[in-house]
């Protein structure tokens, strides 16, 4: 088994910056991918980053690209996502998520193993 935790969340005013970080504990030997989703209430689970676990390639949603950076950091098992120049609508819960396997970097139906979730909240 694996167990992902995330970290950071907290509230921050429009333009701030928050990092959040997911460690991975357990099996964690086989990772091809781990992913930044977010969800808010009454809304689907949507894709923010992901980044291959081989090689550091990275892949953003557009609605974050230019602001949000994720990297990783093999030797500690851990992922991280830098949030820039953050807005009202970033606020949401955010999940790190871990996938074995090729499939879909933008697909939460892909990934395996998923965080508790942080909370972001963007507010004056």
């Known amino acids: 088994q694996v167990q992902l935790v995330e970290s950071g969340g907290g509230l921050v005013l429009p333009g701030g910056s928050l990092r959040l970080s997911c460690t991975a504990s357990?099996?964690?030997?086989?990772?091809?991918?781990m992913g930044w989703f977010r969800q808010t209430p009454g809304k689907e689970r949507e894709f923010v980053a992901a980044?291959?676990?081989?090689?550091?390639?990275?892949y953003y949603a557009n609605s974050v690209k230019g602001r949000f950076t994720i990297s990783r950091d093999n030797a500690k098992n851990t992922v991280s996502l830098q949030m820039n120049s953050l807005k009202p609508e970033d606020t949401a819960v955010y999940y790190c998520?871990?996938?074995?396997?090729?499939?879909?970097?933008?697909?939460?139906?892909?990934?395996?193993?998923w965080g508790q979730g942080t909370q972001v909240t963007v507010s004056a």
């Open positions: 998520a871990r996938r074995v396997t090729s499939g879909s970097n933008y697909s939460p139906t892909d990934y395996d193993y």
């Open positions: 980044i291959k676990w081989s090689g550091g390639k990275t």
């Open positions: 357990g099996r964690t030997w086989g990772t091809y991918a």
